[in-house]
C-alpha cells in the first residue's frame, strides 16, 4: 500500500497506538475525529474491484446491479471527498452524511477495524450488490445516527450481530439475499421490539428457523415493508397474521413449512397493499374472497399454494394488477376471463392447475402482455386471433392443454419464448416465425404439425437456444444450409425424418441431440462426431436404422450415449474410453460383436452400461475400478462366459446387475459368498448357459 500522504500516516499513527494500547472505546470513539476523507480513502484502499462482484439480479420485485460500475474508481485524493461519487456531504458541517457505493464492484472483507466505522454522522449506508465474504461486524451498531442501512446482497454471512439493535434510529434495513445470514431469537426480537423507527425490514433468504413465526404478530403496525421471502420460517401461525394497516410490501413466500392459517381479514380498501408473495407457503384451502378488494395491488404471488376451488372473477377487479402468479395450484372451474381485460397485467402465470373451458374470443386488455403461461390446463379451443396480436408479448406458453385447429400469424417480432407443445395443433407452422429475431425457445412437440426445416423458416433465428418439433411430421431440406448458430438443444424424436440434418454440421454449441424414433438410415456422418465436439453431453440416436461400425464421436464432453435399437456391426472401440466422460451409454439391440472393452469396466463414471442383445463374446474383464459408480449393467442376450469377476464387489450398493449369459452360478453357488457380495441387488440373473438356470424374480445374491 502506498503512502497516502501526511492525513494516512496520522491515520495509520492512531489505529496503532489503539492497537497497542488496548484503547478502551471512548477513546477509540475519538479517533473519528480523522477526517472522514481519509477515512474514505482508506476503506476504499482495503478493497479491490471486481466485476463479478456485482452481478445483476433479478426477481418479481427486485432488481439489482443492472448497470453496475466502479464508483470508488473515479476517486481523487486531491479533490474534496464530499464531491467523490456515491459520497454525500452535510451542506454546512461537511460531515460525510449518506454513502451509497451498491453495485460498484468491491470486493474484501470489511473488518472490525475497517474505517469505514470513522464516519460517525453516517444516516445512510448502501453497500448492497458488492462481494465483502465477511461476518456483519458488531461495528455496523456504533452508527448512531444511521436511517438506512442496506447491506443486501453483499456476501456478508455469519450471525447477524446483536449490535444491530443499537441502531435505535433505523427506519429502513435491508440484509437480504446474503444466503444464509443467520438471525437468532435475541437479536430478532431486539429488532422488532426496540427499534421503534422501523419501517422496512427485508431479509430475504436469511436462516430464520430458529424464530417462532408466532412473533410475526408482534410487528409494529408501522412497518410498510416485510420482506422475509425464503428464510426457512417453520411451523404454524397460532393466531392470524395481523392486520398491519401501513403495509405496501409483504413477501413470505417459499418459507415450504410456514403455515400462516389464512390471510388476515382486514379492512383492504383501507390498505395501500402493492406487493403480496405468500408463494409455496399454505394458508386456507381456497383463494379468500376478500382478495378482490385489495385493490392496490401490483403483484400478487400465490403460486403453489396448494389452492382449490375456482379462481374469483372478483380478481378482475385489481385493476392496476402488472404480475398475477397462481401457477401450480390446483385450482378447476373455468378460466376466469375477467383476468383478460385487466390493461396494466404484464405477466399472467395459470399454468399447472385444473383449468377447463376456452380462451375469450375478445379481450379488451392486455395490451402490456409480455408473459402468459396456460401450460398443464384442460384448456380446449381454438387459438383466437388475438393472442396472435398481442404487442408486447414475450413468452407464450400453451403447451399440455387440448387445444385444436390452426394458428394464426403473429403481428409483432418480439416474442422469445414459444411452446404450443402437447396439444392438438395442426397445419403448418407460422411463416412469421421467420422474423422472431430474439426467439430463444421454441417448441412445438408432440402436436399433429407438418414442418419443414428449411432455410427460408430459420435463417434469421440466430438466437434460437432450443428447438423441440418431436412427435411431429418433418421434413429435412438437405440442399440447403444455414446455421442456428446459437443452437444448443435439438429434439427431433419420433419425427418420421431420415437423415440427419445437415445444417447441424455448422453447430458448435450443441449440447443436446435428440433424433430418436426415426428412419435415420446408413452410417452416421463423421461430421456428426465434430458437432458440438466440446459442449455435446447428450446424443438419442435409439431406433432408428443405421448401420456400419460404431460411429466415430468426439467423447470430449459427451456424458450420456444412446444408439440402442439399430444395425451397428462391428466391435466396440476401445478408444470409447480414451478421455471419456460417458455417464450412461446404451448400446444394446444391435449387431456389436468382439469383446466388452475392458475400459468400460474400468470406468469410476459411468453409472449405466446397456450392451444387452448384441454378439459380444469373450468374458466379462475382471477391471471394476475400487471406487466404481455403476448402478445398472446389462450384459444380457450375449454369448459371454466365464466366471463372474470378484472385482464386482467393488460395485456400491444399490447396485443391480442383469447378467444373464454368464456361468457365474457355479462359482457362487459352491462356495461361501464372500461378504462383500451380500447387499449387492442382482435381478433377472445369472444364467449359466449349459444348465439354463431361469430367475426371472429379482433376488438377493446371498440367498445363493
Ligand atoms: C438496497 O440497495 C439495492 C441496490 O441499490 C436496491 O435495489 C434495494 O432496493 C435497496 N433496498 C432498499 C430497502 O431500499
Ligand atoms: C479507490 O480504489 C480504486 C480501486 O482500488 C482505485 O482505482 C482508486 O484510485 C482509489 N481511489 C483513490 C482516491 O485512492
Ligand atoms: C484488520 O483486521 C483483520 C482481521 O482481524 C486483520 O487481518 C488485518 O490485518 C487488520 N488490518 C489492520 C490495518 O490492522
Ligand atoms: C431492547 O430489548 C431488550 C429486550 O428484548 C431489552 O432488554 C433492552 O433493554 C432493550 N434495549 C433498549 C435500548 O431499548
Ligand atoms: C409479543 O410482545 C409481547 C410484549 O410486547 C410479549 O409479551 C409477547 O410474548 C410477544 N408475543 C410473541 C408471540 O412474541
Ligand atoms: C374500509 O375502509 C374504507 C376506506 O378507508 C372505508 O370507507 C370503509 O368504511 C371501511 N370499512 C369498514 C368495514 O371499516
Ligand atoms: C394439499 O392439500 C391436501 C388436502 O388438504 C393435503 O392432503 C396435501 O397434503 C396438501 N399438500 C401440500 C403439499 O401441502
Ligand atoms: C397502468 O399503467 C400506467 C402506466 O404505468 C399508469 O399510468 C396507469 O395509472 C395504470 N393503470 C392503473 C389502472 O393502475
Ligand atoms: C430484440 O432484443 C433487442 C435487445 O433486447 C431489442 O433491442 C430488440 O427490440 C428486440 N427485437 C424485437 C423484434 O423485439
Ligand atoms: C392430423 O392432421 C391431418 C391433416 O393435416 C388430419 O387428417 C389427421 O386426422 C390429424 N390427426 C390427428 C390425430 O388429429
Ligand atoms: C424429445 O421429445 C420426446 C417426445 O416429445 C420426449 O419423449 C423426449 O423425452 C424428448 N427428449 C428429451 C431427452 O427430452
Ligand atoms: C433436393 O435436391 C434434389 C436433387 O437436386 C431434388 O431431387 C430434391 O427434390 C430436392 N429436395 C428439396 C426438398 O428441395
Redesign the pocket.
Known amino acids: 500500500m502506498g503512502c497516502l500522504g501526511w492525513k494516512y500516516q496520522l491515520f495509520c499513527l492512531l489505529v496503532l497506538l489503539s492497537l497497542l494500547f488496548h484503547l478502551p472505546s471512548s477513546f477509540s470513539s475519538s479517533l473519528s475525529s480523522i477526517s472522514p476523507c481519509s477515512a474514505l480513502l482508506h476503506f476504499n484502499h482495503s478493497l479491490s474491484l471486481d466485476q463479478s462482484a456485482s452481478p445483476s439480479f433479478y426477481t418479481y420485485r427486485?432488481?439489482?446491479?443492472d448497470n453496475s460500475y466502479p464508483k470508488t474508481a473515479s476517486w481523487k485524493e486531491d479533490k474534496d471527498c464530499c464531491s467523490w461519487d456515491g459520497v454525500v456531504c452535510d451542506q454546512t458541517t461537511r460531515h460525510v452524511i449518506g454513502l451509497?457505493l451498491?453495485?460498484s464492484w468491491l470486493s474484501g472483507p470489511i473488518h472490525s477495524n475497517s474505517t469505514l466505522f470513522f464516519l460517525p454522522h453516517l444516516r445512510t449506508l448502501?453497500l448492497?450488490?458488492n462481494c465483502f465474504e465477511s461476518l456483519i461486524s458488531s461495528e455496523f451498531g456504533n452508527f448512531k445516527t444511521l436511517t438506512?442501512l442496506?447491506?443486501?446482497?453483499s456476501c456478508f454471512s455469519g450471525k447477524i450481530p446483536n449490535e444491530i439493535s443499537h441502531l435505535s434510529s433505523l427506519v429502513?434495513?435491508?440484509l437480504?439475499l446474503n444466503d444464509g445470514l443467520l438471525i437468532e431469537t435475541p437479536v430478532w426480537k431486539r429488532v422488532i421490539h426496540n427499534l421503534t423507527q422501523l419501517r422496512?425490514l427485508?431479509l430475504d433468504w436469511s436462516d430464520m428457523s430458529s424464530i417462532r413465526p408466532n412473533s410475526l404478530m408482534n410487528l409494529s403496525s408501522s412497518f410498510t415493508?416485510i420482506?422475509l421471502h425464503g428464510c426457512n420460517l417453520q411451523g404454524k401461525l397460532q393466531n392470524n397474521f395481523r392486520c398491519l394497516p401501513n403495509i405496501q410490501t409483504l413477501d413470505l413466500g417459499e418459507n415450504w413449512n410456514l403455515d400462516l392459517g389464512s390471510l388476515p381479514k382486514c379492512n383492504w380498501s383501507s390498505i395501500s397493499l402493492k406487493f403480496l408473495d405468500v408463494s409455496s407457503i399454505s394458508f386456507s384451502r381456497k383463494l379468500p374472497d376478500f382478495i378482490g378488494n385489495m385493490k392496490s395491488l401490483k403483484h400478487l404471488n400465490l403460486a403453489n399454494c396448494n389452492l382449490t376451488g375456482s379462481i374469483s372473477t372478483s380478481l378482475g377487479n385489481l385493476v392496476k394488477l402488472t404480475i398475477l402468479d397462481l401457477s401450480y395450484n390446483s385450482f378447476s372451474g373455468l378460466l376466469p376471463l375477467s383476468l383478460f381485460n385487466l390493461l396494466n397485467l404484464s405477466s399472467l402465470y395459470l399454468d399447472n392447475n385444473q383449468l377447463v373451458g376456452h380462451l375469450p374470443n375478445q379481450v379488451s386488455g392486455l395490451l402490456n402482455l409480455k408473459d402468459l403461461y396456460l401450460s398443464s390446463n384442460f384448456l380446449k379451443g381454438t387459438l383466437p386471433s388475438w393472442l396472435f396480436n398481442l404487442p408486447s408479448l414475450v413468452t407464450l406458453n400453451l403447451d399440455g392443454n387440448q387445444f385444436i385447429g390452426e394458428i394464426g400469424e403473429f403481428k409483432s417480432n418480439s416474442l422469445e419464448h414459444l411452446d404450443l407443445g402437447y396439444n392438438k395443433l395442426q397445419g403448418s407452422i407460422p411463416r412469421s416465425i421467420s422474423r422472431f429475431v430474439n426467439l430463444t425457445y421454441l417448441s412445438l412437440s408432440s402436436n399433429n404439425w407438418s414442418v419443414m426445416l428449411e432455410l427460408e423458416m430459420f435463417s434469421k433465428l440466430k438466437n434460437l437456444e432450443f428447438l423441440d418439433f418431436s412427435n411431429n411430421l418433418v421434413s429435412i431440406n438437405n440442399n440447403v444450409t444455414y446455421t442456428l448458430p446459437n443452437l444448443q438443444q435439438l429434439n427431433l424424436s419420433s419425427c418420421n425424418i431420415s437423415e440427419f440434418p445437415i445444417f447441424l454440421r455448422t453447430t458448435t454449441t450443441l449440447k443436446f441431440l435428440d433424433l430418436s424414433k426415426n428412419r435415420i438410415y446408413g452410417q452416421v456422418p463423421r461430421w456428426l462426431g465434430d458437432v458440438g465436439r466440446d459442449s455435446l453431453y447428450f446424443l438419442d440416436l435409439r431406433g432408428n436404422l443405421l448401420q456400419g461400425p460404431f460411429p466415430t464421436l468426439s467423447l470430449l464432453s459427451l456424458q450420456y450415449l444412446f444408439v440402442s435399437n439399430n444395425k451397428l456391426t462391428g466391435e466396440i472401440p476401445s478408444l470409447i474410453c480414451n478421455e471419456s466422460s460417458l455417464v450412461v451409454l446404451d448400446l444394446s439391440h444391435n449387431n456389436l460383436s468382439g469383446v466388452v472393452p475392458k475400459c468400460l469396466l474400468h470406468s469410476n463414471v459411468l453409472l449405466v452400461l446397456d450392451l444387452r442383445m448384441n454378439s459380444l463374446r469373450g468374458t466379462i474383464p475382471a477391471t471394476f475400478a475400487k471406487r466404481n459408480n455403476f448402478r445398472i449393467i446389462n450384459l444380457n442376450g450375449n454369448q459371454l462366459e466365464g466366471p463372474l469377476p470378484q472385482s464386482l464387489a467393488n460395485c456400491r450398493t444399490p447396485f443391480f446387475a442383469k447378467l444373464v449369459g454368464i456361468v457365474a452360478v457355479e462359482v457362487i453357488g459352491s462356495r461361501l459368498l464372500p461378504p462383500m457380495f451380500q447387499n449387492i441387488l442382482v435381478t433377472a440373473v445369472l444364467l449359466n448357459r449349459l444348465r439354463p438356470l431361469r430367475l426371472t424374480q429379482s433376488l438377493i445374491i446371498e440367498k445363493f
Do not use: F, P, R, W
Open positions: 427486485i432488481q439489482m446491479c451509497d451498491s453495485c448502501n448492497a450488490g438506512h442496506n447491506l443486501s446482497y429502513s434495513l435491508d437480504s422496512e427485508l415493508t420482506s
